[in-house]
């Protein structure tokens, strides 16, 4: 009997042992936000409520919590401003603008009263962040309420957020309310707001504004009341009778990271539906700079939706507004504010970006202030590839423009690692290169790595496993090693913890018997798989596939119309590499590594030989 116990504790243990580290044991904290706010537009100050119901879904007992206050950068003196100040490329938006503000033009969010669980917590203001030290411990799996008054004001518009854009529009509230900060696996994710990104819980807002009747507002959300609004909420042919004194807008959103609106007294309100869903909502200054381009701009976003979807995952939600606001382009979770005026091109490509967001902020919401690239760089991607649709331009060459900013930051010796907190590279130039470029090259050159038909498959796949989930970087590459079952790990790491450099050069050409010997050299230090493409004078072609040892296996063929040799793989501690083609040298035209350019070799002058030329490999001409 003795022996049997021992038997059945073990078996249940390693039965137990399984269970845990066959499943995901990350878990995700949920906020439940209802607020009730009133906007005076002759101070231009905000005044509310908030109730925040917090779910503890962690194993963590919490001591404190955190709060953003996003409109406290905008004092003198604050982070953002000395940043601003002191970095070499400052934001041309932004410079030293916050330095400037008079008292009635700064922004703040003050809070005036903070409860827990019915009772008074005491609390510390340190820039944007709010420190909140509890008398009650928040325990493992639990969920407890904050209630707080809070006051704030409307900061004049230099980023992102504020009042009177450049455009008239009266107020942009983005980053408008005190707002809980995330508490992960790996903590909490309290930082100072300088310049960009966020990173927030996923959950519920009951939202209530009230303000001057004649501002109409889009954003997040789903109004409640468009019987009482009117604005083009309302029904067709149904009139509805504003008062006089204030009205109150009622929104609710699910399962959103954040809540963002807009308002202005000049907006048009048009509504398109896409097949199949969502509805878009379009709010712009009805005017002769606007007017022609927003009403055109509707189909190409509609089709925008449609590509999105059947590409990259289905949008969620449903509704999507995209709102004349901001100083620029930003994206919020079923909204996004942009600049209204310029061209109809310029006007596609950013709401094409800012909307391409719904996938990798919204619902995927990777930590962007830690993996700006999962973020920016994938919806770069996208959004480049969604406009080669749009406009009838080859996919291949969608994404040429981020390779060029990429070589124009390695040649000015300004790339940093882009494993590295946004705020933290030492140049805007840097940062924006590293998550927009490089992020859009990662994809590109994964691609090239494990073929088209696995890329587009991995990336849907990737997205319907993890919405809803903070995916990090590894979560990504795995599911891509899945798909293509290719190890991948070696890429994602010299390309995002490194600066090391694709170089490859064709060295040196000889025959002899009859054959030609193609030495291949890894001038830099990040090994790749190579398409080498040899052109014979007749004009037949032939493509040399050499991977490298690390993904132990091949790609399938991408292009049937081109023969496909399959060769040993080139171990990345070689630096050289012999290719040996079955024809004289008098046969052979030219021979070319990555024809296509996918990859981002630094130096392509020296990636093809043109030998009906008679002339020498490029590195041999140099020397």
Known sequence: MQKFRFISFFVGSVLFSSLSYSQ?????????????????????????????????????????????????????????????????????????????????????????????????????????????????????????????????????????????????????????????AEYDHQGWHAYQYVAREFHSPWGDFNVKITLDPTLIIGGTGVLQNADKIGHGYEKQGVAVKRPSGELTWHFVAKNVIDFAWAADPDYAHDRVDVPGGPQLHFFYQNNEKTATNWKKLQEFSVKFFEFMSKTFGEYPYESYAIIQGGDGGMEYPMCTLIMGEGSLSGLIGVMAHEAAHSWYQAVLASNEALYPWMDEGFTDFARQEVMAQLLGSPVIT??????????????????????????????????????????????????????????????????????FRHPEPNDFIRVMEKVSGLQLKWYMSY?????????????????????????????????????????????????????????????????????????????????????????????????????????????????????????????????
């Open 398 to 467: 969608s994404h040429q423009p981020s390779y060029a900013s990429y070589f124009a930051l390695v040649s000015r010796g300004l790339q940093e690692p882009i494993s590295q907190h946004a705020d933290h590279y030492t140049t805007n130039l840097a940062y924006k290169v590293a998550a927009y470029s490089m992020g859009t090259i990662f994809l590109e050159q994964l691609k090239y790595i494990i073929g088209e038909e696995n890329f587009y498959k991995g990336m849907r796949r990737y997205y319907n496993t993890w919405k």
């Open 24 to 180: 995901d044991l990350r878990w995700q904290q949920r906020v439940e936000y209802t607020m009730d706010v009133r906007l005076d537009v002759n101070t231009h100050k905000l005044a509310g409520t908030q109730k925040l119901v917090y779910h503890n879904n962690s194993g963590d007992t919490l001591r404190k919590v955190f709060y953003h206050l996003y409109w406290n950068a905008f004092q003198p003196g604050s982070m953002m401003d000395v940043r601003s100040i002191n970095i070499s490329d400052p934001d041309a938006r932004v410079k030293d603008r916050i330095s400037k503000l008079k008292d009635d033009e700064i922004g703040y969010q003050h809070i005036q009263n903070l409860k827990h669980d019915g009772k008074d917590v005491s609390y510390h203001v340190d820039g944007t962040i709010l420190e909140v030290t509890l008398s009650k411990p928040i325990l493992p799996g639990t969920k407890t309420v904050f209630e707080m008054k809070f006051e704030a004001q409307v900061p004049v518009q230099i980023r992102r957020s504020g009042r009177n854009n450049k455009e008239g529009i009266a107020y942009s509230m983005t980053q408008w309310y005190p707002k809980l």
């Open 495 to 623: 390309w995002i913890n490194t600066t090391k450099k694709i170089d490859y050069s064709v060295k040196n050409v000889i025959e002899n018997r009859g054959s030609t010997f193609v030495t291949l050299e890894r001038v830099g230090e990040f090994p790749m798989p190579l398409d080498v493409v040899v052109t014979y004078k007749d004009g037949s072609k032939e493509m040399f596939y050499i991977p490298t040892n690390e993904t132990l296996g091949n790609k399938p063929v991408d292009d049937h119309t081109i023969q496909r040799l399959d060769l040993d793989a080139w171990p990345w501690v070689y630096p050289t590499y012999t290719l040996n083609i079955q024809h004289k040298v008098e046969d052979i035209a030219t021979i070319e590594i990555d024809p296509l350019q996918r990859m981002a070799d630094i130096e392509r002058r020296n990636n093809s030989v043109n030998l009906s030329l008679g002339l020498k490999p490029f590195t041999d001409q140099t020397k």
